[in-house]
């Protein structure tokens, strides 16, 4: 009986290296493990076997089975890798030119953001970056927000579960961290990082629970403006803001401030522009975003003397921009990835 199962699992083992087709295979193994094949034969002459060599035979042609079974597992190995092979086609050489002949593109939400970089950058205004993982003190509480304020409520702003610890973002001690709601957050860490007078946006990501609609996305992008100097004024502001519309929307392009709340700007705007270059878009009012004079109490809280220092400090949507300028009528598009929508931007 050992020799038979010895010469079953050499026939095996000498037989799978061969077998290049599935098909071959499930043949092969047949003649093994069929209900014809040769191992299963033998465990039909078990009942033949004296009862009291049983079970010693059982577990030798267990033992054998086992070793069987797992050439048929390499067996398949082989086939699956062949087959993937087959798939993938021959090996990929890196240095030869790519085959799709089309370049690779931004994406329009990046490439609006580089415009907006471009135009701040020309008046003077450096790049600055924050996390996206935030602590409720740089997102809130550093900006005069109240701890009952509706922004900070659990259905708008999203929370990291207790026990995420993302490393050292904050050193103010055990705070819940957040997935900042805006980027007014870099105001902060750059009015702790540096001594005014400061000019600096700070584009990035940023995420709300907003349901996603034509105009509203749970993830989308800002672009923060802050402006800090001796003897700073409103018509400073308007006067950077009217530059920046005119040069992104064109010439005769304007802004409107309408007065609003800000916890951490006093007075505070929304921000509204029209522009005769539009289209069906032309000379009506679109909020491009919030505006206002940084409130004395957000100097407070980073330490900055607010007789001495006085700034402003603006947020804008950059789909919104994105939208506007290439009269997408959907939020969405940019997030669908779909190849058709992206490559008109090329
Ligand atoms: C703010 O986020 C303030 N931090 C702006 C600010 C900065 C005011 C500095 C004063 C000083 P608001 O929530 O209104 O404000 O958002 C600003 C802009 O972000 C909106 O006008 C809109 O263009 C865009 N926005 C807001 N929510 C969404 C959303 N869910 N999807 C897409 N864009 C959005």
Redesign the pocket.
Known sequence: MKEQLQAILTEVENAIPGIVKRSDFEAFKATISGPKGKLTDILKGMKNVPKEDRPAMGKLINEYKTQIEAFYTQALENLDALELAALIGPPIDPSLPSPDPAPGLLHPLTQTRRRMDDVFRKIGFTVAEGPEVETEWFCFDA?NTPEDHP?RDEQDTLFMPEDAKMGNVSKRGEERYILR????TV?IRTMLAEKPPLRIISPGR?F?R?T?DA????N???C???YIDREVTIKDLKAVLDYFVAEIFGKGSKVRLRPSF?P??EP????DMMTPNLGKLSNQWI??????M?DPKVFDAVGINSGKWTG??????????AMILHGIDD?RHFYNNDLRFLRQFA
């Open positions: 900006l922004a709601s805006h980027t007014s105001q940023v709300r907003d996603s105009t509203h996305s749970a989308f992008h800002q923060e403006g802050l800000f951490f700007t505070s705007f929304e921000l909020e491009l975003g919030g505006c206002g940084v402003f400090a603006f947020g804008m949507g950059v789909e919104r921009i939020i």
